[in-house]
């Protein structure tokens, strides 16, 4: 962008054209008010001295009113969200069809890369196939994205029975469906399960139910039980020791939004509960239902995708989306069932969005 500014303007402007030059005079990379290394504003406070009318200080909004520049704001910035985000719901259907992709070329070719995290974005659960049958993967996996979030349980963690076992996963018994970590204030967002070596005989599958879906369910067959999921905290802990001495403990509620009022995050795990429930008595008995509701609704089978996964596969999913558990299996020794997982976060996994479609020269409003 060349040297301009309202003197230079060979025309006179209209109102709406002369705060798109103001935005563009704050916003566009090479413009005025940003700094041409960093990509970032500079510091302009007199821009904004009064909260309720931002950027009408500029030199440029003198002849301009707040009305145009709320519906500025509005048309601009807004209407353009998630432009590439399209959510897919999902049930049991998916169980035959779940969206796959081969270890090597997700390592080794960017544009297969993309479409793999853009169908995470989207869908909340893929497969990831011939995965070397070793320990590492899931770190260099994640590691072509971002990196590994370290946890509680380190940055790897590894599903095998346990003499001595910190979590219910190490042991052989059924796992309930569960979201991963909810006791963290910001919950480790993704999740990957590497399969090195799957128990022999019956047992051992995998169950995932899509959160989002349930939630919207439940809206339609009980708005009251929905509501009372979207807007009463409980509290989730974990108290141990694996990496090191931990007590993790923060209250959610199981559905939150975002700022347009979709669906945000479904943050559900019966296991580490607390036994307190932080409400007032006459509330109890009706948030036990309405978690029954929802328990019923994410277990139902038009709702849940079955999947044993086989040595060399990695499924990643929407940690707070998608709920996982797992049927139960024989423990008949050390050397059976071997799952290795780790955990990364979407701000890593969008900005390896945005940055591969940059380089593919895509839009990326998202
Ligand atoms: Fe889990």
Known sequence: MGRWGSERLPVRLASRQLFLLIMLSTRCYGAPDIDGKFRHRRYASKYFSSPRRPELNHPLARRSS???????????????????????????????????????????????????????????????????????????????????????????????????????????????????????????????????????????????????????????????FFEILSTTYIEYVDVGHDQFEYYTRHPQTVFTFDQFGDLFMVLYNNSVRTITMPMPKDKVYGYYRAMKAYDNILNSPANIVRHKMQPGDLVVFNNVRVLHGREAFNVHGSGERHLEGGYIDWDDVHSRIRVLRTKFDLPVNG
């Open 66 to 224: 707040e009305q145009l520049c709320v519906r500025f704001l509005r048309d601009v910035e807004f209407e353009t969200k998630n432009a590439q985000r399209k959510t897919q719901h999902w049930g049991s259907e998916l169980s035959t069809n779940i969206p796959s992709f081969q270890f090597e070329n997700v390592l080794l070719n960017d544009w297969e890369l993309l479409r793999c995290l853009e169908t995470l974005r989207d869908v909340g659960l893929m497969l990831i196939k011939k995965v070397p049958e070793k320990t590492g993967q899931v770190r260099k996996l994640a590691e072509r994205i971002a990196r590994l979030r370290y946890t509680s349980y380190g940055e790897e963690f590894t599903v095998k029975s346990k003499f001595e076992p910190s979590n219910l996963a190490y042991t052989g018994h059924k796992l309930g469906l569960h979201t991963d970590l909810p006791h963290y204030h910001y919950t480790p967002s993704i999740q990957f399960l590497h399969c090195i070596k799957q128990c022999i005989g019956d047992g051992g599958d995998s169950n995932f139910s899509d959160g989002f879906n349930a939630a919207l369910q439940l809206k339609e067959q009980d708005p009251e």
